[in-house]
Every structure is written in C-alpha cells, then in structure tokens.
C-alpha cells in the first residue's frame, strides 16, 4: 500500500514562529502536493512538486515556501506563522503519469 | 474559470436508505473527475474516477457514480448506505491541476 505520512497529527505554535511541515511518501513518487482544507471551501493547493528540487504555485502560496531536497520528502515552510493560517493542511502524492493522488492523514495546525 | 461544485453542504440518510450526492463541474473540456472520502480525523481516501468510455463506473466500499456531459455532473449513489459511510465526500476535477469542490458531509440516522 501507498504511505504518505506527516510528521504531526496536531501542532499548535505562535503568530511569528517559523514553522515545518513534514510530508514523507514510501512509493517513488513523482509529484507531491501541499493542500489546505478550511470548512466550507474544499481543498485549496498551495504548492505542488514535479521533481527534487522543483515546486510550482498553487492557488494560494502566499505565506508559504516548500522545500523538496528527496524524492520521498516535500517540507512546507509558514516563514512567519499568522492566526489566518490555522488550518488543516494536507499533503499527497502521485506518480509521474497518472492522475489519482495518495494522501497523509494531516496535520491540524493552530496559530495563537 | 474551472469550478466544481457540490451543492449540499449536509446531508442526513437513514441506513438502509439509498444515497446521491451531486457534483458539477465547469471546464473547456471533459476532464477527469474523482470522488474522495475522509473519514474524520483521515486523509482522503478515493472511491471512484472517470477518465473516458462507460459513463457508470464502480468504486470501492459499494458506491457508484455516473457521468453525465449533458449536465456537466458526477453524481455519486450507493444503493443502500451503512452507518460507517458517515464521513466528508469531496468530488474533485482534473484539468491540468486538480480542482476540489466544497465537500458534502454524510450524517447516517439509525
């Protein structure tokens, strides 16, 4: 089976602090991808991954950087961590030439 | 632009009941369509995709979902729905990135 892990289920941190976002996949992936889910609006992607070392904007980057040195591990990075920014934040992955995509459980980030 | 809209926010079934949940999407072009399920506190899982040829196709966990141009609508139906099919149902369209819609949340009654 696919594994797509994130490295917390729940994080609570600041407004201002730098904060990581760990998504690991097991399966050789390709492309990796950074979703946010806010009720009443689906998912909204942020960032996505092509290969190591690439990223591309999603629909909503502002605020946000990704990092992708491994194949198997695509970091999101809030610089500056604001209130507005309280979220759940999904990760997902999918190989090169196909469309479904696989997904972490999510981490539920608060920002106080 | 391309949208993909899930009109019921909510929806309440009693179990046993037969379930639909409609999805319309708004894209230049067929694209590929999917029905993801969350359980609570989980990621998504997926249940079913349409690329292209029968417009009826099979999922996982008994649901279905039709394709229909003429309504730009995959609509997902489970013929008898059970009290762990409570969950979130997302339908989502691929075309060129993939676009989500807002989600229907599945309550199942007794």
């Known amino acids: 089976d696919v594994k797509v892990t994130q490295s917390s289920r729940y994080l609570v941190k600041r407004t201002g602090e730098k904060v990581f976002l760990e998504c690991v996949q097991d399966?050789?992936?390709?492309?990796m991808f950074w979703y946010r889910q806010d009720p009443g609006l689906g998912l909204r992607l942020i960032y996505f991954?092509?290969?190591?070392?690439?990223?591309e904007k999603g629909d909503i980057p502002e605020g946000y950087s990704v990092s992708r040195e491994k194949k198997e591990r695509f970091s999101l990075i809030l610089e500056s961590a604001s209130t507005n920014q309280t979220s759940m934040y999904l990760c997902?992955?999918?190989?090169?030439?196909?469309?479904?995509?696989?997904f972490g459980p999510g981490t539920r980030l608060t920002v106080t | 632009a391309q949208s993909v809209t899930q009109p019921d926010i909510h929806i309440t079934v009693s179990e046993g009941a037969s379930l639909e949940l409609r999805c319309n999407y708004s894209y230049g072009a067929t694209p590929y369509l999917f029905w993801y399920v969350q359980s609570p506190g989980q990621g998504l899982q997926l249940l079913l995709k349409?690329?292209?040829?029968?417009?009826l196709v099979q999922g996982i966990k008994g649901f279905e979902a039709e394709f229909k141009r003429s309504q730009s609508s995959f609509n997902l139906r489970k013929p008898s729905v059970h009290w762990s099919d409570a969950a979130e149902y997302f339908c989502a369209a691929l075309g060129g990135k993939l676009i989500f819609g807002q989600g229907t949340e599945l309550s199942v009654k007794p």
């Open positions: 399966m050789d992936h390709e492309n």
């Open positions: 349409y690329f292209s040829g029968d417009t």
């Open positions: 991954s092509y290969d190591v070392k690439m990223k």
């Open positions: 997902a992955s999918s190989p090169r030439d196909t469309y479904e995509q696989y």
